[in-house]
């Protein structure tokens, strides 16, 4: 079965230092990944896919299939990224399975 | 910047009651979507819908939800016969494409008492 895992609810970092939000899936075909955040009482917006490999508010992910996790990591980590974080498996005709999420919190 | 629009934001109703929620989703959009949310829990997808009929669909949407869009540009959810459980954030999004991402309303919250 299909399955996103996020291990940790809670994140918290300083400003300035990396953060690393971990995702591991459980998928046997091809997996499309996605970042989705949720700032405070705003909407889910996505983040990342995993196929456009690009770098958005400095976060990036790599898929790594051999470790099946599309962790998302940030250098640097800004106040303003505090949120929650969710990691989203899509398959078959629009089927998602989304993990828990983690809330991330970067203190001044 | 286009966005999907959801109403109610608050939605209040006794068990037994049939609800509708609406979605409009962002115009030129193809597919749309139905999550829920649980309070203190994750996102699950309900149901993905294209060209008029629904093209996947989670356990959660068993027989007592309904998808239809009535119109060119709403997208609803009906739940009959309302159960406690059913209390959740209800969130709506739509994408171009299947293979593009999903732009997501702001959710209605439905309370079920």
């Known amino acids: 079965a299909q399955r996103v895992t996020q291990p940790e609810k809670l994140l918290s970092v300083f400003k300035g230092a990396p953060v690393e939000l971990k995702c591991n899936y459980s998928?046997?075909?091809?997996?499309?990944l996605f970042w989705y955040v949720q700032y405070s009482r705003q909407r889910l917006q996505l983040l990342l896919r995993?196929?456009s490999r690009e770098s958005i508010k400095g976060f990036t992910a790599d898929l790594n299939k051999g470790e099946t996790s599309f962790h998302l990591k940030k250098p640097f980590a800004q106040e303003e990224d505090s949120a929650m974080y969710y990691c989203a498996l899509y398959y078959n005709a629009g089927k998602s399975t989304f993990g828990d999420g983690t809330t991330l919190t970067v203190k001044p | 910047e286009p966005e999907v629009t959801q109403t109610p934001s608050h939605q209040v109703t006794q068990m037994g009651q049939e609800v509708i929620l609406r979605c409009v989703p962002i115009?030129?959009?193809?597919?749309f979507y139905w999550y829920r949310q649980i309070l203190g829990q994750k996102v699950e997808f309900l149901v993905s819908f294209y060209n008029n009929e629904i093209s996947e669909k989670s356990e959660i949407f068993d027989d007592q939800f309904s998808v239809e869009r009535p119109d060119g540009s709403n997208f609803t959810l009906k739940i009959r016969s309302t159960k406690l459980e059913d209390s959740a954030m209800y969130f709506c999004?739509?994408?171009?494409?299947?293979?593009?991402?999903?732009?997501f309303g702001d959710g209605t919250r439905l309370s079920i008492l």
């Open positions: 995993h196929i």
């Open positions: 999004a739509s994408s171009l494409r299947e293979e593009q991402p999903q732009h």
């Open positions: 115009s030129n959009h193809l597919y």
């Open positions: 998928y046997s075909g091809s997996p499309e």
